[in-house]
């Protein structure tokens, strides 16, 4: 059976007969997530050079998802080279000391050191819903200090994050650096950080602070998700993953619990740098699945977009 697929490319009308039974019927490769550069239409041996991020975006149902995260990243990244730039009090000296006491009884400073820096978290939460948690980490990857104190801080089973692959990443790229999903020591739910190194000098590598987290809010990419889509479109799925294919939000949805989509094809594809449409089996049906790659720091989202054949 052979399904018709309408899509208008270039102001000229162009039916694209899609085989239900054929995976990756079309791709659309992405040049680049700027909205003037062009995506590349591929068919046989010929590339042609057409319509622009924002056009494609809408044709795949994912502009204002796109629209949405983009704006969040940014925001994002604005608060880490804040940081960075010590702009912002997290880069401001001398840090309190840390006995092992408190390492032990408070797992970083107390509640009541070292206002200055807590208010600034605290503030930071209350301006950014896409954040759960605010900290800093010093440079043997030792926790400093926490926000919210409870339950982020004072509940946590460890101390010390030497070992994660966002401390490890922010050092070696000395830049912000976005972790997978994984689950929090302190609480168990899902969770994806970003972290920024702070030097007292930024030309010095010997001068690090400390290193800032930030970590996610996924039911804030939840709930984004859901006004992205169009309550009329009831056969529709919205997924959001990460560069692993961990899903961190997900339209039909509030459970946190972790589900992986890196089987899919369309994953595939979007993390190798494509956007576009095919038809993949889903729960055993044929189902079409739009995709696109939205950059965040050093890694890849991905955006995956399900419907129904009917």
Do not use: C
Request: no cysteine; glycine share 6%.
């Amino acid at each position: 059976m052979v399904t018709p697929l309408l899509f208008l490319l270039i102001g000229v009308p162009l039916t694209i007969f899609i085989s239900v039974h054929i995976i990756n019927s079309f791709s659309l490769v992405y040049a680049n997530q700027n909205d003037n550069m062009p995506f590349t239409y591929n068919k046989g041996n010929s590339q042609l050079s057409i319509i622009t991020n924002s056009t494609i975006l809408k044709h795949l149902g994912l502009y204002t998802i796109y629209q949405h995260l983009n704006n969040t990243i940014s925001n994002l990244m604005s608060i880490s080279e804040a940081s960075m730039n010590r702009s912002n009090t997290f880069g401001n000296l001398p840090l309190s000391n840390i006995t092992n006491e408190m390492k032990v009884t408070y797992h970083g400073i107390p509640s009541d050191q070292d206002i200055e820096k807590r208010n600034e978290a605290k503030g930071l939460l209350a301006n950014n819903k896409a954040l759960l948690y605010v900290g800093l980490l010093l440079p043997n990857g030792d926790r400093y200090f926490g926000e919210p104190y409870f339950p982020y801080q004072t509940k946590s089973s460890i101390t010390n994050f030497a070992y994660r692959d966002h401390f490890i990443g922010a050092l070696e790229t000395k830049q912000p650096y976005l972790s997978n999903v994984f689950n929090a020591v302190s609480t168990g739910e899902p969770i994806a950080i970003l972290a920024s190194p702070i030097y007292a000098d930024t030309k010095n590598p010997n001068s690090l602070i400390g290193v800032q987290v930030l970590g996610l809010n996924l039911t804030y990419f939840n709930d984004l998700v859901k006004i992205s889509m169009p309550k009329e479109e009831d056969n529709k799925r919205m997924i959001i993953v990460d560069n692993n294919g961990t899903k961190i939000a997900d339209s039909l949805s509030d459970n946190n619990k972790m589900q992986t989509f890196q089987e899919f094809q369309s994953f595939q594809n979007a993390k190798n740098g494509k956007s576009g449409l095919l038809t993949e089996k889903v729960n055993g049906k044929d189902t079409f699945i739009s995709y696109a790659p939205i950059k965040f720091a050093q890694t890849n989202w991905i955006i995956l977009l399900f419907s129904s054949n009917g």
